[in-house]
């Protein structure tokens, strides 16, 4: 079999795993639908003028939500025995790693397509749908680097006493450059920024980013599941 579909294979299985239970998806919604609502009053009386920190507020809310995501996507495979079935399978370990990534991107991909609009509708007074394909590139590339990294170091959390506790630790500290390019590309494009040059320098960190951490998750995860 070839490792595309021994990629499509893992991911199909994760899909369908999710789409029994709903757990992850269920509980990501949640968080960020509270998430919101404690904004909305905390900012309550200067709602109208919070435009200039959405971007802040829009990652904050979906960078913890992908630590929910990331831990829920690796807690069955432990607890159910299915990350030792995997192991036992004739697949290369980095592809493991792949089809992971993927299905933690495609889950964290649908929960902000499903409340950005809510977010929008609650937070931002700027039309920035003119922008929106810039956008849409910003929220890809931030994606891709929160799973790329989320997925190995969720691999290395998973198999010590304090997962629930150490992800968020091993992960926030890795992510902050990420989360600050995030943050001022998608924040000044739904600004309504006319200068661009800031928001193009964060897109090319936020791709050199995501290349730099691709290729140190996929070199590393042999190792780190072996561990």
């Not at 990629?7 to 639908?33: C, H, N, Q």
């Not at 951490?213 to 070199?219: A, C, P």
Request: proline residues 4%; neutral net charge; glycine residues 8%.
């Amino acid at each position: 079999m070839s490792s595309l579909r021994q990629i499509a294979a893992i991911l199909k299985k994760d899909i369908i795993s999710e789409l029994r239970t709903k757990e992850m998806l269920t509980s990501m919604f949640l968080f960020v639908m509270l998430t919101m609502v404690i904004f909305n009053y905390a900012f309550g009386a200067d709602r109208n003028n919070l435009t200039p920190f959405g971007g802040g507020m829009l990652w904050i809310t979906f960078l913890f939500t992908a630590i929910l995501g990331l831990n829920r996507s690796f807690v069955h495979e432990k607890d159910e025995g299915c990350l030792e079935g995997l192991l036992l399978a004739p697949v290369d370990r980095p592809v493991i790693y792949l089809g992971k990534m993927t299905g933690n991107l495609i889950f964290l991909s649908v929960i902000e397509i499903v409340t950005l609009p809510i977010f929008t509708v609650f937070f931002i007074s700027h039309n920035y749908f003119p922008q929106i394909g810039w956008f849409i590139i910003a929220l890809i590339l931030s994606n891709l680097g929160i799973s790329a990294t989320g997925t190995l170091l969720a691999t290395i959390s998973i198999n010590t006493k304090t997962r629930d506790m150490m992800l968020p630790i091993l992960f926030l500290p890795i992510i902050i450059p990420l989360l600050i390019g995030a943050v001022v590309s998608t924040g000044q494009i739904m600004a309504g920024t006319k200068n661009f040059e800031s928001v193009y320098s964060s897109l090319k960190f936020l791709g050199v980013y995501d290349i730099i951490f691709l290729l140190i998750s996929y070199g590393l995860y042999d190792f780190v599941l072996g561990e």
